[in-house]
């Protein structure tokens, strides 16, 4: 009952949030974000009100509930993502990709070094911050640009790839993140060579598990099966059993959902039921698991850091947009663009979202921000840093990616393609 009551309130909040936010043109994500901030303050100031939902932390069933949500959104994302067109796609998406994920992940590793005091957990702290600054929102981006027209324009694509190659990267610096809270803080060469290890085995066994076992399973259980919606069940069955594999290997699980979604093609797949899956993982994952996800993280800020911090939040924030705008959009001047496409580049990578908050919260729940006892302010407010970072990123990045494409629009013609 508890959690039906849980569900109901959590969902009916949300979504009213991210319809609002939509009506706005801002993005749903930060509307559901946003509601589970303002009803985090709401209860904290009225628990004898809310006594279920204050006591959110403690309850087991929730948190596996938010655990789908993070599975569904890395499955979703992985399923949008067409491994073919980026192979289409010119080195420069790599260049840009690799420009806006090194440099300001230096510069949050930096931040932290300055910033965090010396304990076990430095260089994890360290490294979740260069991870967390080095992140971008495919989906907030693509949004944009499809609102604009530009998603099919040479620029539009550019973007995009180098956001999902960004995506991309940004799942073995999880798995070195992973490692790093498993190993207390700590990775030695022999660990990290390991570490190394497991990554390439994992990737072997789902290269040919997604790429040819699993089809063959499908093709024959579509063949041989009279009950409805195999498609969908074995989709998540290699889901499962990706995150199984990546759980034994030390790895996060949220790879293996990534990883099934990945393979899971139109060339794996007939296109009319690629399509009606891809609608049902969509249904699911947006219209429940999603908006849930994101409000338990709203809940869980405490807005004491933006007064708690306020020096450190304000350059954490700075380094987010500097390092992703001059990493990412010196890339592509180097690649040849003009000053005004790289600098759109540059922004349009800005954007942060589900994978971000995916990685906070691992570190949240791995106790990251808890050492050394007692936590300083800085330490204690990190998760509620960047997740306040995530926030404006999510919602100022459109709105300046809007306004320097619509004075780049007269020249679209001659990036269409």
Same mark, same amino acid.
């Given at each position: ?59 087991? @069933?929730?948190? %596996?509930?938010?655990?789908?949500? +993070? /599975?569904? #959104?890395? &499955? *979703? =994302? ?80 550019? @973007?995009?790839? %180098?956001?999902?190659?960004?995506? +991309? /990267?940004? #799942?073995? &610096? *999880? =798995? ?83 990883? %099934? ?157």
């Amino acid at each position: 009952m508890e959690l039906l009551y849980i569900l109901l309130v959590l969902l009916i909040v949300t979504r009213l949030f991210g319809e609002i936010f939509a009506r706005l043109s801002q993005p749903v994500l930060a509307g559901e974000l946003l509601s589970g901030v303002i009803l985090g303050v709401i209860v904290k100031n009225n628990e004898r009100w809310f006594p279920i939902l204050s006591d959110l932390s403690e309850n087991q @069933i929730f948190e %596996a509930v938010t655990d789908l949500g +993070i /599975f569904f #959104l890395m &499955l *979703l =994302a992985g399923i949008e993502m067409r491994p073919r067109d980026l192979a289409q796609t010119s080195g420069s998406a790599l260049i840009v990709a690799l420009g806006g994920m090194l440099f300001p992940m230096t510069l949050g590793m930096g931040l932290g070094y300055f910033s965090l005091p010396d304990s076990d957990w430095k260089t994890a702290q360290m490294f979740f911050l260069g991870v967390a600054l080095s992140i971008t929102a495919v989906p907030i981006t693509i949004a944009t640009l499809m609102e604009l027209g530009q998603q099919h324009s040479r620029l539009g694509r550019m @973007i995009i790839s %180098a956001a999902v190659f960004d995506d +991309i /990267f940004s #799942l073995f &610096l *999880l =798995a070195v993140l992973t490692s790093l809270l498993n190993q207390t803080g700590g990775l030695t060469p022999g660990s990290f060579g390991i570490l190394t290890g497991k990554i390439i085995l994992f990737f072997i066994i789902t290269l040919v598990a997604g790429r040819w076992l699993f089809p063959w399973l499908n093709r024959i259980a579509h063949k041989h099966l009279q009950t409805k919606h195999v498609e969908f069940t074995m989709l998540m069955t290699s889901a499962l059993a990706f995150s199984v594999l990546a759980e034994m290997l030390e790895m996060h699980f949220i790879l293996g959902a990534f990883t %099934a979604g990945l393979f899971f093609t139109r060339q794996s797949i007939e296109e009319t039921l690629h399509r009606d899956v891809h609608v049902q993982v969509e249904a699911i994952t947006l219209g429940f698991f999603a908006p849930l996800f994101f409000a338990s993280i709203g809940l869980s800020i405490n807005l004491d850091a933006i007064t708690a911090t306020p020096v450190f939040l304000f350059l954490l924030i700075l380094t987010a947009f500097i390092g992703k705008m001059l990493g990412a959009g010196l890339a592509a001047k180097f690649c040849g663009l003009p000053r005004t496409e790289a600098l759109a580049v540059g922004i349009g990578m800005n954007a942060r979202g589900a994978v971000e908050l995916i990685v906070a919260d691992i570190a949240w729940n791995a106790g990251l921000f808890n050492y050394p006892e007692p936590a300083p302010p800085v330490v204690s407010n990190l998760f509620s840093s960047v997740v306040i970072m995530a926030i404006l990123a999510t919602i100022l990045s459109p709105m300046a990616l809007r306004l320097i494409l619509s004075q780049t629009g007269t020249n679209n013609a001659a990036y269409s393609k």
